[in-house]
């Protein structure tokens, strides 16, 4: 018997904005807001907003395209948000919609069926409302009637830290199957009219069944290993509290900010140490490891990870997977889509490494082997 992952799902929005219509739109909403402000800009009282290009966009992060789960909203240039209407209380919520979708996906391919769960964790960065929470209205839609739920939220480190909590439910004996959804909408906290981060993030879902069992099939878990350490060069500060405080309502740090380049300086050594610590106390070599399925934020801050731990033999781009260039910046679900994606190839008894990173700084390892 062992800890194993047997089954994960995918739910991809409908949507895909590609970078030539991203800036298309971003280009319209900078020339109506730097006419609009003309007076004070050349004053210089106010900033005046820079525009983009797809070739900026793609060298910058790798990234080409995004899904959305609202297209419109984000390409008006008066608008530069989703449009996602509220729903009723009575109804299913969007997140818990596309929670239980790509549940559903996970379910087949463990062959398991609701009733087999003794737990749901929903791991992400962005929650559409702070309770109830939102795994207990998925542990519902799915028509469960036993065990327990939660959210809980480590950002982009979020799905690698729930996998550990579900490891440790299973080894503390109070559950035995485990169901991690990460059902990331960053649409809607992302500020589309900023240069610098409007083209990061897209949304979709992942989730996870983790269980012990001695099937055939499926990824062994062999360790887990959590770091964080304070920073806040990744923030966003929508809370409880911002109405106490009207003044800051509508500020720019409501939605994500962060320093780019402090971020890639500072986790890409972060992250390099703690796989490669991760790995050796485990026994092994990174060099025994076959794919590493890490955060998919930038291509050039994951060859730099791999460079720093393999050398030149990083180069190879098959150890680490990039799937951001099509679905961008997914937050916590980025290693699990690659890890979804990618892992069917794997022939028993390889080894590989599941890894995110993100505000915090938050880094999550997941050594896995191939049954």
């Keep these: 018997m062992g800890i194993r992952i047997t089954g994960t799902g995918l739910y991809t929005p409908p949507y895909s904005i590609s970078n030539v219509e991203l800036v298309q739109s971003l280009n319209a909403h900078v020339e109506q807001y730097n006419l609009q402000h003309a007076a004070e800009i050349e004053a210089g009282t106010l900033?005046?907003?820079?525009?983009?290009?797809?070739?900026?966009?793609?060298?910058?992060?790798?990234?080409k395209s995004r899904y959305v789960m609202n297209k419109e909203g984000v390409l008006d240039p008066a608008r530069m948000a989703p449009i996602i209407p509220e729903r009723p209380n009575e109804a299913l919520s969007i997140q818990a919609e596309i929670a239980v979708a790509a549940a559903k996906d996970a379910l087949k391919?463990?062959?398991?069926?609701?009733?087999?769960?003794?737990?749901?964790?929903?791991a992400c960065s962005n929650f559409q409302r702070a309770y109830p929470a939102v795994?207990?209205?998925?542990?519902?839609?799915?028509?469960?009637?036993?065990?327990?739920?939660?959210?809980?939220?480590?950002?982009?480190?979020?799905?690698?830290?729930?996998?550990?909590?579900?490891?440790?439910?299973?080894?503390?004996?109070?559950?035995?199957?485990?169901?991690?959804?990460?059902?990331?909408?960053?649409?809607?906290?992302?500020?589309?009219?900023?240069?610098?981060?409007?083209?990061?993030?897209?949304?979709?879902?992942?989730?996870?069944?983790?269980?012990?069992?001695?099937?055939?099939?499926?990824?062994e878990i062999l360790g887990t290993r959590l770091l964080t350490q304070f920073s806040n060069n990744i923030r966003n500060n929508f809370g409880f509290l911002n109405r106490?405080?009207?003044?800051?309502?509508?500020?720019?740090?409501?939605?994500?900010?962060?320093?780019?380049?402090?971020?890639?300086?500072?986790?890409?050594?972060?992250v390099a140490k703690t796989i490669t610590d991760h790995v050796q106390d485990l026994g092994f070599q990174l060099t025994d490891v076959r794919r590493f399925w890490l955060h998919q934020a930038n291509a050039n801050m994951n060859a730099l990870i791999l460079k720093m731990m393999l050398g030149e033999a990083g180069s190879d781009s098959t150890r680490a997977p990039i799937i951001l260039d099509e679905y961008a910046n997914t937050s916590s679900a980025g290693s699990i889509i690659a890890f979804h994606k990618t892992s069917a190839d794997l022939n028993a008894g390889d080894l590989g490494v599941i890894c995110s990173f993100g505000a915090g700084y938050s880094i999550g390892s997941v050594v896995v082997r191939k049954v």
């Design 109 to 122: 391919m463990a062959g398991l069926e609701p009733e087999d769960l003794d737990a749901v964790i929903m």
């Design 244 to 270: 106490g405080d009207e003044s800051g309502i509508g500020k720019p740090d409501k939605l994500f900010k962060q320093n780019g380049q402090k971020v890639y300086r500072e986790v890409s050594p972060l």
């Design 135 to 219: 795994a207990i209205e998925v542990q519902a839609a799915l028509g469960m009637t036993r065990g327990y739920a939660f959210d809980m939220n480590v950002a982009c480190s979020a799905a690698t830290f729930g996998l550990q909590q579900a490891v440790d439910a299973i080894r503390s004996g109070s559950a035995k199957r485990v169901l991690m959804v990460n059902p990331e909408i960053t649409s809607g906290h992302l500020n589309w009219t900023e240069r610098d981060s409007h083209f990061i993030f897209g949304d979709v879902c992942t989730a996870v069944i983790i269980e012990e069992t001695d099937s055939k099939h499926g990824f």
């Design 47 to 63: 900033e005046a907003k820079r525009g983009s290009s797809p070739e900026f966009i793609e060298k910058a992060s790798g990234i």
